[in-house]
Nanobody
């Protein structure tokens, strides 16, 4: 059982930056496709960004392209989401998720392991 833990959320003004990290104790994240999802109040959970297994390609939802960057740090065993130029509409609980699939799905039903989430609030 892979237990994912997110960190790095908080409150930031519009235009600011935050860096989220996802890690798993006792398991390497390298064999897993890792994705970040987010869920705002009264909205469905949506895919934000993902990275394929073993340092493969990345994928982003259109609304964050050019502002968010997902990356692996294998020395720290983390997958980070650097979020720049934040907007109030980025406010949500952010979750990291892991899957052993070769593909990089945008569907939350495809992911087997989830963290508890971290709150990101962007004030206007």
């Amino acid at each position: 059982q892979v237990q994912l833990v997110e960190s790095g959320g908080g409150l930031v003004q519009a235009g600011g930056s935050l860096r989220l990290s996802c890690t798993a104790s006792g398991h390497s994240l390298s064999p897993y496709a890792i994705a970040w999802f987010r869920q705002a109040p009264e909205r469905q959970r949506e895919f934000v960004a993902g990275v394929r297994r073993f340092g493969g390609g990345t994928r982003y939802v259109d609304s964050v392209k050019g502002r968010f960057t997902i990356s692996r740090d294998n020395t720290k065993n983390t997958v980070d989401l650097q979020m720049d130029s934040l907007k109030p509409e980025d406010t949500a609980v952010y979750y990291c998720a892991a899957d052993l699939s070769l593909s990089l799905s945008t569907s939350d039903s495809e992911y087997d392991y989830w963290g508890q989430g971290t709150q990101v609030t962007v004030s206007s």
